[in-house]
């Protein structure tokens, strides 16, 4: 018989202390109380708070209506949907945040929120920042970019590298406390055929640091010699055993071999405003002796042709902790680096920002991790993070023309240079200083190329198109920097301040008063923040922000398209200023700011 798997239920990670300016949960919480009033002996019964799909419809609904009518019949009382919604709004508490609700078709409960609630809030931004919704804090492990010593880091590398970056700063932004790690792979048998080769063509590698200019081609002659030359591989293998018992001067060689690619690594690091701690597969060398020893004291190992396995529950291959040979595997870093990750380190969150190609690999080291008692996924969100190929515009995988792995810095070379193309296209070298110029030309390059990975969903491959993310007229990060750095021009061309902002405002107690319809939209558009913030932090999918970001750019431009904000006169003489106007395009400036911020981002004041 086929067992039939239940799908587990879905745990919240996110614990909401405050609010804040989510007015998903804020709805969800007066409704629950309306609901209760109005049923007081129906059972618990979830509230359902939505974003309408059309603004005919208002802002938000509830539409617990109809699951609640048929809850109702198991304590006898039976009420068509409608009743039940009109009887539920009957009971609602409007605060100060709601103006009117209306029950519309089967039962559903339309909400119209009140103005002045939203343009306080845009109010509160200018005087208190763009905020996140209090959370309760946590310690994050992002385990992210991870590439391989002595091997190119390439386009996977870099999808891992961006969006780990992101989710960061996502966490960050919302208060936890997160430690961002590179696992390395820096350790294993192919660095006892490294050191052996070092030690043939740089005999004075300890007094002298060789002059490794090109790692790669080291790589693929000592793999060579160590294919061919038997004498060759039985000292690789001498190496390898030394290595792992710390001998002083085989890991001189590996660090000067580490060193090699690491100031690579950091090169690409620092172009992308990425920091991370190096704590690659070496640092677990010791726990991993132990978390073999504990793996056999417990039982849980079965010896087949020499190797070393254990059988997860529910996983279809076993993992491998020693190889026949004696040696550690991946496997066995990975078990050693979550134990630590977990007891050490004291993580709840544990993210492993890994190609989605390695899926089966983290969710048997999960489910081993679960067996041992680790963890329980009630209390610990461990979770891996994956993502697809990245793709040539011909949809085949990203190579160079040649049919090579693109190098990053070649590519970020290119990404750079197509930048400056395109702002000198648009004239902007005439606009821009030598300074700003280069601020710029980084800026859009790689902003474009973190935009062009964040707003896809990542669980999907991606085509990598100089072309299309350096389009100001899509939905890129260029066509957003110059939204940006035009919202921003109209205070500094007013020659007004925020504090002068401020102090205008301060007369209508900071509350900004929306009165075009246009004007209404923004003020919503930059209320949704917080709500998106939280999903995002539910689902880790950045694609969502990227949305949230662009639709806040759009409905700016229509706001601008159909709101004066400055006026001026035949001269050119500024005549009068829309304060209000002037706070919702700062309002939208600073929730921007804060995306780019979380996007991994520069922002330009100017372009
Ligand atoms: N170095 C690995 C690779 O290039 C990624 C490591 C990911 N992290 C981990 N804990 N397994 O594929």
Redesign the pocket.
Known sequence: AKKTKKAAPKINYVTVEDYGDSIVSRLREIFAKAQATAYPTAPVFPVVVTETSNPKFGDYQCNSALGLSKLLKTVNINEAPPVVAKKIVAAVEKGDLIKELEVAGPGFINVHLQHDFIGAHVGSILTAGVSSPKITKRKAVV?FS???IAKEMHV??LRSTIIGDSICRLLEFVGFDVARIN???DWGTQFGMLVAHLQDTFPNYLVETPPIADLQSFYKESKQRFDADKTFKARAYECVVKLQNFDEDIVKGWKLICDVSRADFNRIYQRLDVTIIERGESFYQQRMIDVVAELDAAGVLKTEEGRRLMFPTDCTIPLTVVKSDGGFT?DTS?MA?IKHRIFEEKADWLL?V??AG?SL??ETIYAAARDLGYYTPEEKRVQHIGFGLVLGEDKKKFRTRAGDTVRLTELLDEGVKRSEEKLREKGRHEVLNEAELAAAKEAVAYGCIKYADLSHNRINDYVFSFDRMLDDRGNTAVYLLYCYARIRSIARNAGLTRKDLNEKLAAQNGVIQLKHEAEVRLGKQILKFADTLLLVLDTLLLNTLCEYVYTLSTVYTDFYGFCQVITKDKEGKIESIDYNRLALCEATADTMAACFKILGIRTLEKI
């Open positions: 385990d991870a590439p391989n996977g590398h696992h390395v792979g991946y990975d680096t492993y890994v190609d390695q690999h983290l």
